[in-house]
């Protein structure tokens, strides 16, 4: 099997991290572009070179699909680790092993510490769990890929705890761009659902009191999903089983065939299949699907399970991101979910590395309920729409500031107009001196009038606002009142007493604020600043 580009790059730069000493590292590749197949040809290669490997997972069906998908794309088969089977006594250099039976400790003591040379997580954002972390440390001499679609996790403990590089990164952006993933249209259902009073536990949502706050909606969103989802093949993620349930009975009654899986179904193989042929057209799910399960003519996702953590909401959506013949895009329904914690996941949080863009992007399309809006296209216009915010705030703050200088005197043109050399050539000495003014420093001078902008040590603005409140005292003129003269061509203001100034200004003030025609500004200081006029 050829591998793609990327998949090819990927390869090269995972060897690429175990050779230059990286023995923990990461590839993050969105659903649907084959991750499965890259961690095939990373195993094939580490057998060619007489390498054990160990591909870990907790799921009976990621194990079955890694195995199938191994020996599909390289001939290679895998010996199994899980409940009664083990690999142990048999040839394959390739082991499928469960995590929930590699931690015990009895099995671990089966094997030496050395046994595996590479270690291959499947859905790595479990890794840090207590039972994966005890398989690791077992065999801590592995090299160890982790592979997953979402590398961020609900409880908030980040990967690069564990993991020391990121190998490679596919965004989902960049596969839908080069056509390896279908393009997805979000639409906001213009249907509020209070979920305010809704605790949280783990990081995300209860699910229990989701399932509760949620039932007063569903015969609503089964009435909008009329509008929008009769022909489409449509997977629905809800909180709870009953939860489920009850909303596929209810869209059956609206004329849907709807079918539900749960992790208890006895019949879930065969409601799968039967959906995947066609005898269904919605699945109802209460988070069953949200790993190891692949339909790739699923065109519409529905996710009435709100959630807070990012890599959930991606794996959900995920379910319908595969191409397939006679698909165009994804349609991902949007529901107003009324919450104060605005972190909740949207479409936004898809593709948005910033916040202030997805917020920005969530609002665009919140704004065009009920139309269908390409998520590519909506990202950049809410980039444009963000860069736009910003330059309007800069474009008001630099007006502010230049409004704002023209009220406050520039330190320099204060300390001529004062003759102070002593603060004109002053030079800090000491390390408190050398510190950046500080915030309240800053804010005393700018309420007495000088500009601190240019101030840039603690020791000068000391040493202003002692000059400040000694020429208080000696009743000379503000920095305003020199601002305001000199700005009409008086000199040496700073030289004048306080209230000769006020009354000078006071008679320019009712002269329509012009100077009257009897007065020289150039001469004026030297007849009148010192004195009482």
């Not at 959930?312 to 529901?335: A, E, I, N, W």
């Not at 001196?433 to 040590?457: C, F, H, R, V, Y």
């Not at 700005?487 to 006020?502: E, I, L, N, P, Y």
Request: charged share 25%; glycine share 6%; net charge negative.
């Amino acid at each position: 099997m050829e591998l793609r580009p990327y998949q090819s790059e990927a390869k090269e730069a995972i060897f690429k991290e175990w050779n230059n000493g990286n023995k923990k590292t990461l590839l993050v590749l969105p659903t649907g572009t084959g991750k499965t197949i890259v961690f095939a040809k990373v195993t094939e290669q580490c057998v060619s070179e007489g390498k054990r490997v160990l591909i870990l997972a907790h799921r009976g069906e990621l194990l079955d699909q890694a195995s199938d998908k191994i020996e599909r794309s390289t001939g290679l088969k895998c010996a199994v680790e899980k409940a009664e089977n083990s690999c142990l006594g048999q040839w394959y250099r390739i082991v499928v092993g469960s995590v929930q039976t590699l931690m015990r400790e009895k099995r671990l003591n089966m094997f030496r510490e050395d046994y595996f040379d590479t270690i291959i997580i499947d859905e790595a954002h479990h890794c840090l769990s207590n039972s994966y972390q005890k398989v690791l440390e077992y065999f801590d001499s592995a090299n160890v890929l982790g592979v997953t679609a979402t590398p961020d996790r609900g409880d908030m403990r980040n990967l690069g705890e564990y993991f020391e590089s990121l190998a490679y990164e596919y965004t989902l952006p960049k596969a839908i761009k080069e056509g390896y993933l279908s393009p997805i249209k979000a639409l906001t259902i213009p249907l509020k659902l209070d979920i305010s009073g809704v605790g949280m536990q783990s990081g995300d949502f209860k699910t229990s009191e989701l399932g509760t706050a949620l039932d007063p909606y569903l015969e609503q969103i089964a009435a909008e999903m009329e509008n929008y989802c009769k022909d489409r093949k449509t997977v629905v993620f809800l909180p709870l089983v009953k939860t489920s349930k009850k909303f596929s009975e209810l869209l059956n009654a609206h004329g849907f065939r709807s079918a539900e899986v749960n992790g208890s179904s006895s019949d879930r193989t065969e409601v799968l299949e039967d959906f995947a042929a066609g005898k269904y057209n919605v699945l109802c799910n209460s988070m069953l699907l949200t790993e190891g399960w692949d339909c790739p003519d699923v065109d519409c996702i529905i996710v009435l399970r709100p959630t807070k953590v990012r890599s959930l909401y991606s794996q959900m959506v995920g379910r319908g991101t595969r191409l397939s013949p006679g698909k165009d895009h994804l349609l991902l329904l949007d529901f107003l979910w009324h919450t104060e914690r605005h972190e909740l996941c949207h479409p936004a949080h898809l593709i948005c590395e910033s916040a202030e863009v997805a917020q920005q992007m969530t609002e665009n399309i919140e704004k065009d309920t009920g139309c269908p809006v390409d998520i590519i296209e909506a990202e950049q216009t809410a980039a444009e729409d963000v860069i736009a915010k910003r330059e309007e705030a800069l474009a008001k703050q630099l007006a502010q500031m230049k409004k704002r200088k023209k009220k406050l005197v520039d330190p320099l043109q204060f300390e001529m107009s004062i003759q102070a050399e002593d603060l004109a050539n002053y030079q800090p000495s000491f390390g408190w001196e050398m510190a950046p003014a500080s915030d309240k420093q800053k804010a005393t001078l700018e309420k007495l009038g000088i500009l601190p902008d240019e101030i840039d040590n603690a020791g000068k603005a000391t040493l202003l606002l002692e000059r400040l409140h000694n020429r208080r005292e000696q009743g000379l003129t503000t920095p305003k009142q020199i601002r305001f003269l000199e700005s009409r061509g008086f000199k040496h203001v700073g030289t004048w007493q306080f209230d000769t100034a006020k009354k000078l200004i006071d008679r320019i003030a009712a002269n329509g604020w012009r100077v009257p025609y009897d007065i020289n500004v150039a001469t004026y200081g030297d007849t009148h600043g010192t004195t009482e006029t």
